[in-house]
């Protein structure tokens, strides 16, 4: 998987594949609701064995009912296809 920053119009074309994800400040951006903590912890730590096999490492923030992911490749100053590729995974812990 390249870790080339891609260009705008590739970033579009990618989120075009997403479920909701929006891109924030060269990131990738997308908050889960969730029945209580729990269930977040439990998607958090699913999303983050994911996380561990790409070996590509998004920010975490969760809490009661909600955990919220921000994707970037800070190595390459945006956005790259395994950020698309993450956050693709992520969503299938939705499925």
């Not at 994800?21 to 977040?40: G, N, P, T």
């Not at 912890?41 to 699913?46: D, E, G, I, W």
């Not at 190595?75 to 499925?95: H, V």
Request: charged residues 30%; negative net charge; proline residues 1%.
């Amino acid at each position: 998987m390249q870790r080339r920053k891609l260009s705008e119009s590739e970033i579009q074309e990618h989120l075009l594949e997403l479920n909701n994800w929006q891109v924030v400040e060269s990131r990738l951006k997308k908050r889960f609701s969730f029945r209580d903590f729990a269930e977040a912890l439990a998607f958090v730590n699913k999303a983050g064995e994911i996380a561990e096999k790409l070996d590509h490492h998004p920010d975490i923030f969760f809490g009661w009912g909600y955990a919220e992911f921000l994707i970037t490749t800070h190595s390459e100053g945006g956005l790259t296809e395994l950020d698309f590729l993450l956050a693709k995974e992520i969503d299938k812990l939705q499925n």
